[in-house]
């Protein structure tokens, strides 16, 4: 197995994307640790992935709360060697409809905790002197924007750009830093939008070029050939997994309600 014996956090790891690539990656040899807000999401994925896989609920909006999953996870499983940030919130309202307590929750969230799990994580692969990977998911709305959820694009644009940044820092400490951009998931935090109508979903597939909206296994597909040694030379990129949306003109077109 291409990770035998590493040892992975995983952030949002209760449901989505983050509950797919845990299962993954644990196919694929790694102890998981997942960190989530919801114990019973949580629980579920750790009965999907059975041994011994931790869970450690969290509020990743809190600093400390990120240093917290880091320690735990070293706690149980002796050392940390990948760390998909994941966790992540949206809420759909544009700029002038955005509170300052909405902003401060997306951000807190999103951007704030990526960097701090990052930074902890960075912590520990120094002290085990190993080298380590660190996946930060982003979004095609780090670089396309939609209507109605600009705090979300805030965010995922800074992932973007923190990503680059933290590989330009530590890539010579072995430390590999990657992001994904998905496009239209099949996900929980999709399914409200998704659930308003059968010419939804279909406006949504007809934005991708291949002409369906994705599901998250094929993103943590993505995440599992980041991590694994065959990436070796592989940091500071994006990886679209966007069925083709980011290629052309698709995104112009838009959604109508």
């Known amino acids: 197995m291409k990770l035998q014996n590493r040892v992975a956090l995983i952030t949002g790891g209760g449901s989505g994307i983050g ?13 998981i640790a997942i ?46 060697d990948i760390l998909v940030n994941n966790a992540a ?17 997306i951000v807190n969230t999103n951007l704030k905790g990526t960097f701090f799990c990052a930074k902890y994580a960075i912590l ?10 660190i996946i930060n998911m982003a979004s ?24 680059r940044a933290l590989a330009m820092d530590h890539s010579i400490e072995g430390i590999r830093v990657n992001c994904i951009a998905p496009g239209w998931i099949e996900t929980p935090m999709n399914a409200k939008f998704f659930s308003m109508g059968p010419h939804i979903r279909e406006q949504a597939a007809k934005l991708h070029a291949i002409g369906r909206i994705g599901q998250a296994e ?26 083709g949306f980011s290629a052309g003109l698709a995104p112009a077109m838009g959604i109508v309600v």
């Not at 949206?90 to 909405?102: F, I």
């Open 140 to 163: 095609v709305n780090s670089f396309f924007a939609e209507g109605g959820i600009a705090a979300y694009c805030a965010t995922k644009g800074g992932i973007a750009q923190f990503t």
């Open 89 to 105: 919130v949206m809420l759909e309202k544009t700029a002038v409809d955005t509170t300052e307590e909405d902003w401060d929750r």
């Open 35 to 80: 960190a989530d807000r919801n114990p019973a999401m949580g629980a579920e994925t750790v009965n999907l992935i059975g041994g011994d896989t931790l869970f450690i609920e969290a509020d990743l909006s809190k600093v400390s709360e990120t240093e917290r999953i880091v320690a735990e996870t070293v706690a149980k499983f002796g050392k940390l």
């Open 218 to 243: 094929e993103v943590a597909n993505a995440v599992a050939f980041l991590v694994s040694d065959e990436a070796g030379f592989i940091t500071g990129s994006m990886m679209t997994v966007d069925g």
């Open 19 to 31: 509950r797919a690539t845990a299962v993954r990656l644990a196919q694929d040899g790694s102890k």
């Open 124 to 133: 520990q692969f120094r002290k085990q002197g190993t080298g380590g990977n």
